[in-house]
């Protein structure tokens, strides 16, 4: 399948425009970081600060609005940072000295800073990042319709999951362009790994893109890149929180759909994945959150409300996955309520490299 220019013709006013700022992971080298000078918002704030300083006798120094704290003490900071609510963090701003020099254009708030300074690996692990398959099954016949690649990274340690990654990135102020670097690295790492017809699905946050046509342009030129047929691959909305405006998570949608890629919603059920947006959406795909599924047995109380879902899914075209299935019972009772693909720990778990169903699930569908 050829790509689609994603600057073409069709889309004449971004031709020649800038790359976005998602071209590389650059975040601030935090070692080289000797002092941070913090000021609050309010002078009730920062009369609290130096109260709190002083009780729990971390070193700082005095200056003009604000007060500097050497990097010394920094893992006294916490402590401090603790006995703000939540609600008065946000007020607590800092801004670091370099090589004897404040600079400005970093401020941010106290509890980013602290976040930053507590994983200067991020600097260099984006080079790192290596993705696990998880297979998405196909209900009706047992074989595996695709793999969800999962990010993970390892340098001089642990394997890290996705979620410290991406709080990682939202410290450090690198959010948008790990995204775009997670896209295109899962592209090449994982879609030469798949079967014929198998799909590969990458998760991507629309808050992180602010205008399809310049931030996805990136994303395209790896598919180019690597021969991906756009058909074989589904972007996978995932927001911890709250999606975008509904205007430009659509456009997000339609420019992939455009490549000839399938969409698909994240976590229907959890609360901010709502119907409303399967109406507006149409997305190919919608994925059940995990929560309806753990532990579901005939004569749960969950069961109407699954049974709606698959059907209001159904009915406008869309096709159904059930995540977290983690038993048997489980497995058979998402066939008969009529999902089309499942995904969990009973299926398969997330490996390196792309990998059959477990012989516990497979068994399910062998001829007896």
């Known amino acids: 399948m050829t790509l689609h220019d994603p600057v ?39 009369h609290k600060l130096a109260v709190l300083l002083a009780a729990h006798d971390v070193p700082s ?60 690996w991020f600097g260099t692990i984006s080079n790192h990042l290596t993705f696990h398959l998880q297979p998405i099954v196909h209900l009706g016949t ?22 410290p990654l991406l709080q990682a990135a939202a410290a450090h102020g690198q959010a948008r362009a790990f995204d775009a670097h997670a896209r295109r690295t899962a592209i090449r790492q994982a879609y030469p790994q798949l079967g014929a017809d198998q799909q590969l699905f990458i998760n991507f946050a629309p808050g992180v893109v602010y205008n399809p046509d310049i931030c ?11 021969g991906a047929d756009f058909s074989r691959l589904v972007f996978e909305v995932t927001e911890s929180e709250t999606f975008p405006d509904l205007g430009l998570l ?49 004569g749960d109380r969950r069961v109407p409300l699954i049974t709606a879902l698959i059907e209001y899914a159904h009915d406008l075209g869309i096709r159904v996955v059930a995540e977290g299935i983690e038993t048997h019972d489980e497995l058979a009772l998402m ?27 497979a068994s399910f569908w062998a001829s007896p």
């Open 8 to 46: 073409s013709s069709s889309h004449p006013a971004i031709v020649g425009a800038a790359l976005c700022d998602c071209q590389a992971v650059t975040p601030m080298d935090v070692t080289r970081i000797t002092a941070l000078s913090i000021r609050a918002t309010s002078t009730h704030l920062q």
């Open 61 to 120: 120094e005095g200056e003009v609005g604000a007060t500097r704290v050497s990097c010394t003490a920094f893992g006294q900071l916490d402590r401090v940072l603790a006995a703000f609510s939540r609600t008065e963090r946000p007020d607590l701003l800092a801004a670091p000295w370099v090589d004897e020099h404040m600079d400005a254009w970093q401020i941010a708030p106290l509890e980013q800073w602290m976040q930053r300074l507590a994983t200067p």
């Open 142 to 163: 047992g074989g595996v319709y695709g793999y969800e690649a999962l990010v993970r990274a390892q340098h001089n340690g642990p394997l890290i999951g996705a979620w």
């Open 216 to 226: 996805l342009q990136t994303t395209f030129a790896v598919c180019r890149e690597v």
């Open 250 to 298: 659509r456009s997000i949608l339609e420019r992939y759909r455009q490549e000839g890629a399938q969409v698909a919603l994240d976590d229907l059920g959890a609360g901010h994945t709502s119907l409303s947006y399967l109406m507006e959406l149409r997305p190919d795909i919608v994925k059940l959150d995990q929560a309806l599924i753990s532990g579901l047995h005939e």
């Open 335 to 361: 066939i008969m309520l009529g999902a089309d693909y499942a995904q969990g720990y009973f299926l398969g778990r997330p490996a390196p490299r792309a990998a059959d169903l477990l012989p516990q699930a």
